[in-house]
């Protein structure tokens, strides 16, 4: 079985200039986990869910905080960071454009490669999806599920 078989050729892409904030819009819209970025048609970059997730780490204390409702009342006087900063620093988040954080090395493969093929690049990398690039521009998505769907097809 070939890529070409399993690959969603309807590509939800995003563009580097998107914000953080309408890229997530736009996973969220369309229930996906990630998006390559494409600029002028071609590929540029690759963003997932797990990239934003990122976003929240807070750099200098090196957790990820997400409020409890106790926190919410507590955070006046919580000492890692005041709510106003807290709010700025989300805020910020949300307005950076995705270009500025999007993964540049893009893993992709080929429609006429086996699936796999694409099996192993994507246990290897430890990727869940793989642009479908042919002749330089992105033809189509391929993800695990999509392999699992196809193998549960044979």
Known sequence: MKVKDIMNPDVVFCKPEDSVRDTAKILKENNISGAPILEDGKLVGIVSEADLLKLL????HGGLWLPSPFE???VPIRELL?????KKMLSDVGT?????MMKKDVYTI???ASVEEASEIMIRHRINRLPVVEEGRVVGIVTRGDIIQGVAKI
């Not at 005041?82 to 807290?86: G, I, K, P, Y």
């Not at 950076?96 to 500025?100: D, F, M």
């Open 110 to 112: 080929s429609p006429e």
């Open 72 to 74: 919410v009342i507590e």
């Open 57 to 60: 780490i807070l750099p200098e």
């Open 82 to 86: 005041s709510w106003e900063d807290t």
């Open 96 to 100: 950076r454009q995705i270009g500025e």
